[in-house]
Structures are given as structure tokens and as C-alpha cells.
Nanobody
Framework: QVQLVESGGCLVQAGGSLRLACAAS????????MGWYRQAPGKERELVAS???????KYAESVKGRFTISRDNVKRTVYLQMNSLKLEDTAVYYC???????????????WGQGTQVTVSS
């Protein structure tokens, strides 16, 4: 069974930067899409950024030009570099991975436990 473990969540001042990481462990041979969602208090979970196995990326309009998603397939890790952080970026950030090949079967729609990012003024 695949596990996703996030790290890097922190309290940071507005205008600052953070780098989140999410590592996949378990029986993992390859992962199709990896990415990040976030959920702020009282709001629905929303896509922040995603990256496919072919390195095609997608970003929410609110983070374009400030956030960069990347992945290291050897380390089975996806990163989210967040610059120029704003108060409205405060949320729990969740890592996800889809269509994971273990060598014998696929797993779909896997989620991490979430990491808190708090941006203060």
C-alpha cells in the first residue's frame, strides 16, 4: 500500500517562501500524476498545482507566477515551491498521487495527511 508523507508546512510571514515536499513510500514503481490541493477553514478543497509523469503542469490562477511544482521520480517526491506568500495562502496543503503502479497493480487517488501552512501579516 502506498503512503504519502508531506513535510515543510510552517508559519511564515507574508511575502516569504516555503517549500513543501511529499514523498511516496511502499510498493511504488511509477506514478502518473502528483500534485497539491489545499483547504482553508470554511472553504472547499481546491487544486493548487499538479504535474504529470511527462512533467506537464497545471496551476490554480491564484498561485500562477508564485508557486512552482516539480517532481523527482527517483525519490518518488513532489515539491511545491511557494514564493511571495499571501495571507490567503493559509490552508492545510494535501499531497495526492494518482495511478500508481506497484509492479502488479495500480492504485488510484491516494492522499497524504496534510501539512499546515500559515501566512501571517
Amino acid at each position: 500500500q502506498v503512503q504519502l508523507v508531506e513535510s515543510g508546512g510552517c508559519l511564515v510571514q507574508a511575502g516569504g517562501s516555503l517549500r513543501l515536499a511529499c514523498a511516496a513510500s511502499g510498493r511504488v514503481r511509477s506514478i502518473n500524476t502528483m500534485g497539491w490541493y489545499r483547504q482553508a477553514p470554511g472553504k472547499e478543497r481546491e487544486l493548487v498545482a499538479s504535474i504529470t509523469g511527462g512533467d506537464s503542469t497545471k496551476y490554480a490562477e491564484s498561485v500562477k507566477g508564485r508557486f512552482t511544482i516539480s517532481r523527482d521520480n527517483v525519490k518518488r517526491t513532489v515539491y511545491l515551491q511557494m514564493n511571495s506568500l499571501k495571507l490567503e495562502d493559509t490552508a492545510v496543503y494535501y499531497c495526492y498521487a494518482d495511478r500508481i503502479w506497484s509492479g502488479t497493480n495500480y492504485e488510484y487517488d491516494c492522499w497524504g495527511q496534510g501539512t499546515q501552512v500559515t501566512v501571517s501579516s
